[in-house]
């Protein structure tokens, strides 16, 4: 998990703190695809049967499709 995405403001709020699974993920020697903030609208979409990423064009959308391009790549997968 990383920040909350508040719905009225739109600012991403690190309730969590902020470097600490990059900075794990260096002392295993592994990737760090990046974070993805959390946002109610993950849930409305999935709660709608609708995937978030074919909904929004938006920064939280982003990063889920940088993070799977990032697991993608490393399994040599084409991206697209």
């Not at 909350?4 to 470097?19: K, W, Y």
């Not at 993805?36 to 709608?48: N, R, W």
């Not at 889920?64 to 993608?72: A, C, I, K, P, Q």
Request: proline share 6%; net charge negative; aromatic share 8%.
């Amino acid at each position: 998990m990383a920040g909350f995405l508040c719905p009225h403001c739109g600012n991403d709020v690190e309730i969590f703190g902020t470097g600490k699974v990059e900075a794990t993920a260096k002392d295993f020697s592994v990737p760090y695809l990046g974070r993805i903030p959390m946002s109610s609208m993950i849930a409305t979409s999935g709660e709608d049967g609708r995937p978030f990423v074919l909904q929004s064009n938006d920064s939280v959308s982003k990063s889920f499709r940088d993070v799977t391009n990032g697991m993608l790549a490393r399994l040599g997968e084409p991206q697209g």
